[in-house]
């Protein structure tokens, strides 16, 4: 087989805050599962599995690299928001597991990475892993080119949070809790198809989102402003 294995796993917020969004939340990993299943089913020829972790203040590794058919569906007994925000401890640890499992099949080919972070707050309660050490993992095993890292969340600053822990502006989004199921979980079916027909073609895409490519495009457009209007400062301080 000359195909990797693909590994998609969901890095999700389980805290108290998510309290006002459960429904959503519930079916839109259930969402999920069934579209890796889907996707299996229409690339007989690569080998994928899926990955969950839940996390409040303390971390739960529900599944790992396992077959999307043997996968749980969440539920309400599953499900249940509260406590506080480890985000550093859940990122750190579900990492540490993937990269122990990496391997290469028959022909050298390495096992690719899609991680999705997905959560409404900031963290406020890890005590195994700090900011240094996430942004240092992640700047390392990007770096690698067999991990591609997306950072879906529902504060103000979502982008700023994701560029600062080494994850592209490009493969993160503000999202509203009143349409997580569009904003979130069909973003990511969508993206996840994208990905898996280049990966078909011998291509694995960091650009993770198809969805936020205007968010890109308005970034890129500030940003020239930006160099623009300092330019001008500079040119006028010498007049």
């Known amino acids: 087989?000359?195909?990797?294995?693909?590994?998609?796993?969901?890095?999700l917020d389980r805290s108290g805050s998510m309290g006002d969004c459960i429904a959503p939340t519930i079916s839109g990993v259930n969402e999920q599962?069934?579209?890796?299943?889907?996707?299996?089913?229409?690339?007989?020829?690569?080998?994928?599995?899926?990955?969950?972790?839940?996390?409040?203040?303390?971390?739960?590794?529900?599944?790992?690299d396992r077959d999307p058919f043997q996968c749980s569906l969440l539920s309400n007994r599953t499900y249940v928001p509260d406590g506080n925000t480890a985000l550093f401890d859940a990122v750190g640890y579900t990492l540490?597991?993937?990269?122990?499992?990496?391997?290469?099949?028959?022909?050298?080919v390495a096992d690719t990475?899609?991680?999705?972070?997905?959560?409404?707050?900031?963290?406020?309660s890890s005590r195994l892993y700090n900011f240094t050490d996430i942004r240092s993992m992640i700047q390392r095993l990007?770096?690698?080119?067999?991990w591609t890292f997306c950072f879906l969340?529902?504060?103000?600053?979502?982008?700023?949070?994701?560029e600062s822990l080494s994850i592209a502006r490009r493969n993160s989004m503000r999202f509203s809790k009143g349409?997580?199921?569009?904003?979130?979980?069909?973003?990511?079916?969508?993206?996840?198809?994208?990905?898996?027909?280049?990966k078909k073609a011998g291509i694995v895409s960091k650009e993770f989102l198809k969805n936020n490519k205007k968010a890109q495009e308005k970034h890129e457009l500030v940003q020239s402003l930006r160099k623009i209007r300092t330019l001008f400062q500079e040119i006028k301080s010498r007049l």
């Open 1 to 11: 087989m000359s195909q990797s294995r693909t590994f998609y796993h969901i890095i």
């Open 33 to 64: 599962i069934q579209h890796i299943r889907h996707l299996k089913q229409l690339h007989p020829e690569q080998e994928i599995t899926m990955g969950l972790t839940l996390f409040n203040g303390e971390v739960d590794l529900a599944f790992s």
């Open 96 to 108: 540490s597991k993937l990269e122990n499992g990496q391997r290469r099949n028959e022909n050298g």
């Open 113 to 124: 990475y899609v991680v999705i972070i997905v959560t409404d707050g900031y963290e406020n």
């Open 142 to 146: 990007e770096a690698t080119g067999n």
């Open 153 to 162: 969340g529902a504060t103000l600053d979502a982008e700023h949070v994701a």
């Open 179 to 198: 349409s997580m199921q569009k904003e979130v979980w069909h973003n990511l079916s969508e993206s996840m198809s994208f990905y898996m027909d280049q």
